[in-house]
């Protein structure tokens, strides 16, 4: 059974970068046939994808997010990263590592401010 976890700081400044890890445990991010998603969830709104990195390491963004966003791969680890670059308040949310067929991290809070 696949399990992830992200981790990260809980607050980030606005202008800098975000970033967050997603261990997996259970499956290998390079197995074929998965995506691995960075998914969130602003305050009172409904999800939003993010972006993937598929089992390849090619990556797919959200248009609206896409020039602020890189997702990169420790496959040593089983880890996968989201950066997030310039932050401003709207970024605030929790945010979700996900892989597509099934399996949700737990989430964690990323609040932008100064």
């Known amino acids: 059974q696949v399990q992830l976890q992200e981790s990260g700081p809980g607050l980030v400044a606005p202008s800098q970068t975000l970033s967050l890890t997603c261990t997996v445990y259970?499956?290998?991010?390079?197995?074929?046939?998965?995506?691995w998603n960075w998914i969130r969830q602003p305050p009172g709104k409904g999800l939003e994808w993010v972006g993937s990195?598929?089992?390849?390491?090619?990556?797919m963004f959200s248009p609206s997010l896409k020039s602020r966003t890189a997702i990169s791969r420790d496959t040593s680890k089983n880890q996968f990263t989201l950066q997030l670059s310039s932050v401003t308040p709207e970024d605030t949310a929790v945010y979700y590592c996900?892989?597509?067929?099934?399996?949700w991290g737990q989430g964690t809070q990323v609040t932008v401010s100064s």
């Open positions: 990195i598929r089992n390849t390491g090619s990556t």
């Open positions: 996900v892989r597509n067929k099934g399996g």
């Open positions: 259970g499956e290998s991010i390079t197995t074929n046939g998965y995506n």
